[in-house]
């Protein structure tokens, strides 16, 4: 399928903008579509309907935590419930399970972009990238470089508040009491300014996003016809920023075709200048680890190809494509290139040599005992 051998990186990266719901992502999508199309891969466009405001509502947990922590001080039950309510507000939405307070910020619209390789082949590969840009919020990059996981920190921080509350509920109180409450709730207050600068941000060109679209688009090529034993499924979501809501939705929409025992999932994550690196474990807050015979696939594949030093595995502190595929217990992994600038043709190059191999590896170990479809 040579006219998927065209990368069209400069055509994403031209469309500057891509955040979720945004005229600029739905444009990136049919120009996805249109080049899967015109390439002998049928795509489709695929609605969605998300609530992508995670700052606003994490500034709520995070506000409503301070109250509770406040009003503590004289009424400890009652600011107990109040942090209780932040702490378990802000898991759920972090992990994923629950957007709550998410829903009354508004609604937007979104897409994924699907081609899938109809055959009778007893497994399913499906091959995953974002195409939309992350807000580019200089505060909360800040927070993440300072805090490493940002939402870990508030997590944590609720749950030491939550523990001093307990201890005042027991008429435990003091000097010592008092610090340990005060740090972290100062903490959250800092964090306020982040997560609200996160929704007044926009979105740059994300060149390193951009070559993770392609290099999927790339792989829908390399792949047609060379697996035996798996069906490539090329899966392009929207709204991945954040929370990769695009996947959740195209999981949702898939869950009675996609057999755990018969379908694994090789995410693209961003592409830089740097080695080929996977994921050991993926997920906010409490990341999940990948699969067992995925990462140790990725692994033989950098060590045959003496790429051991450079190539390494690594830990994805945030919702990805990936991590939401665990969620549902699919085998799934990451693949991505390492390093601070976006990577060029050479960095996709390398990408999709590795993942081509890969998904070689695991058609050969694994796809000759999946069970037949009935």
């Not at 009652?78 to 942090?83: D, E, S, T």
């Given at each position: 399928m040579p006219g998927l051998s065209r990368i069209p990186t400069?055509?994403?990266?031209?469309?500057?903008?891509?955040?979720?719901?945004?005229?600029?992502?739905?444009?990136?999508a049919v120009a996805l579509r249109a080049r899967l199309d015109t390439s002998g891969r049928p795509a489709?466009?695929?609605?969605?309907?998300?609530?992508?405001?995670?700052?606003?509502?994490?500034?709520?947990?995070?506000?409503?935590?301070v109250v509770g922590s406040v009003v503590a001080v004289t009424a400890p039950a009652p600011g107990a419930a109040l942090v209780l309510a932040a702490a378990l507000l802000t898991l759920l939405d972090g992990l994923g399970y629950l957007h709550l307070l998410r829903r009354p910020l508004g609604t937007r619209a979104s897409q994924n972009v699907e081609a899938r390789e109809e055959s009778d082949k007893p497994g399913v590969l499906v091959i995953a990238a974002a195409y939309d840009s992350p807000r580019e919020s200089g505060a909360l990059a800040l927070a993440t470089r300072l805090?490493?996981?940002?939402?870990?920190?508030?997590?944590?921080?609720?749950?030491?508040?939550?523990?001093?509350?307990?201890?005042?509920?027991?008429?435990?109180?003091?000097?010592?009491?008092?610090?340990a409450q005060f740090l972290p709730t100062v903490l959250l207050i800092l964090l306020l300014p982040a997560l609200v600068d996160v929704e007044l941000s926009g979105a740059g060109s994300d060149a390193a996003g951009a070559a993770?679209?392609?290099?999927?688009?790339?792989?829908?090529?390399?792949?047609?016809?060379?697996?035996?034993?798996?069906?490539?499924?090329?899966?392009?979501?929207?709204?991945?920023?954040?929370?990769?809501?695009?996947?959740?939705?195209?999981?949702?929409?898939?869950?009675?075709?996609?057999?755990?025992?018969?379908?694994?999932?090789?995410?693209?994550?961003?592409?830089?200048?740097?080695?080929?690196?996977?994921?050991?474990?993926?997920?906010?807050?409490?990341?999940?680890?990948?699969?067992?015979?995925?990462?140790?696939?990725?692994?033989?594949?950098?060590?045959?190809?003496?790429?051991?030093?450079?190539?390494?595995?690594?830990?994805?502190?945030?919702?990805?494509?990936?991590?939401?595929?665990?969620a549902r217990r699919l085998p799934a992994i990451t693949v991505a290139t390492a390093g601070a600038s976006p990577g060029g043709p050479e960095a996709i190059e390398r990408l999709a040599g590795f993942v081509?191999?890969?998904?070689?590896?695991?058609?050969?170990?694994?796809?000759?005992s999946l069970p037949d479809r009935d």
């Amino acid at each position: 399928m040579p006219g998927l051998s065209r990368i069209p990186t400069d055509e994403l990266t031209a469309i500057a903008g891509r955040c979720v719901g945004t005229d600029a992502e739905r444009r990136a999508a049919v120009a996805l579509r249109a080049r899967l199309d015109t390439s002998g891969r049928p795509a489709e466009l695929q609605a969605l309907r998300v609530h992508p405001r995670f700052g606003l509502a994490h500034a709520a947990h995070a506000t409503l935590a301070v109250v509770g922590s406040v009003v503590a001080v004289t009424a400890p039950a009652p600011g107990a419930a109040l942090v209780l309510a932040a702490a378990l507000l802000t898991l759920l939405d972090g992990l994923g399970y629950l957007h709550l307070l998410r829903r009354p910020l508004g609604t937007r619209a979104s897409q994924n972009v699907e081609a899938r390789e109809e055959s009778d082949k007893p497994g399913v590969l499906v091959i995953a990238a974002a195409y939309d840009s992350p807000r580019e919020s200089g505060a909360l990059a800040l927070a993440t470089r300072l805090l490493r996981d940002p939402y870990l920190a508030m997590a944590l921080s609720m749950l030491v508040i939550l523990v001093c509350c307990a201890l005042r509920l027991a008429e435990i109180d003091g000097t010592a009491v008092t610090v340990a409450q005060f740090l972290p709730t100062v903490l959250l207050i800092l964090l306020l300014p982040a997560l609200v600068d996160v929704e007044l941000s926009g979105a740059g060109s994300d060149a390193a996003g951009a070559a993770a679209a392609a290099t999927a688009v790339r792989m829908a090529g390399d792949l047609e016809g060379r697996l035996d034993h798996f069906a490539v499924w090329v899966v392009l979501t929207g709204a991945n920023q954040p929370s990769a809501l695009g996947m959740r939705a195209w999981l949702r929409r898939h869950r009675n075709e996609l057999d755990r025992e018969r379908t694994a999932v090789i995410a693209i994550g961003p592409v830089g200048d740097g080695a080929v690196h996977w994921s050991r474990r993926e997920g906010a807050i409490a990341p999940q680890r990948s699969h067992g015979d995925l990462v140790r696939l990725s692994r033989e594949v950098a060590e045959d190809a003496g790429d051991s030093d450079g190539a390494r595995g690594y830990v994805a502190r945030e919702v990805t494509n990936a991590s939401r595929a665990m969620a549902r217990r699919l085998p799934a992994i990451t693949v991505a290139t390492a390093g601070a600038s976006p990577g060029g043709p050479e960095a996709i190059e390398r990408l999709a040599g590795f993942v081509g191999e890969l998904a070689g590896r695991l058609d050969a170990e694994v796809g000759p005992s999946l069970p037949d479809r009935d």
